[in-house]
């Protein structure tokens, strides 16, 4: 059983950033991705990252510029360093982890708000 556990949500003002983090149970290097997607209000799950084990990272539109994902095999983690928030990034932001079926973390709230 994969379990993915999201810290690092929290209120933050507009400009400001935040980094959230996916703690993994067991080794992350069997997944052949890994990624953050969020949820706003109202609106359905859209991807923000991904990070996959062969190939170059993607982001969405968004998120280009930044926020910057990046994993460390050691420790069973995969990051989300988020600059230059703005309100419109309020959202539940989720981890996920692909190997031959997906996984979700049960999601960490971050508010852009002044």
């Known amino acids: 059983q994969v379990q993915l556990v999201e810290s690092g949500g929290g209120l933050v003002q507009p400009g400001g950033s935040l980094r959230l983090s996916c703690a993994a149970s067991g080794s992350i290097a069997s997944f052949a991705s890994m990624g953050w997607y969020r949820q706003a209000p109202g609106k359905q799950r859209e991807l923000s990252a991904t990070?996959?084990?062969?190939?170059?990272?993607n982001y969405a539109d968004s998120a280009k510029g930044r926020f910057t994902i990046f994993r460390d095999i050691a420790k069973s983690t995969v990051s989300l360093q988020m600059n230059n928030l703005r309100p419109e990034d309020t959202a539940v932001y989720y981890c996920?982890?692909?190997?031959?079926?997906?996984?979700w973390g049960q999601g960490t709230l971050v508010t852009v708000s002044s």
């Open positions: 990070v996959p084990v062969v190939g170059r990272t």
């Open positions: 996920n982890a692909v190997r031959t079926e997906q996984y």
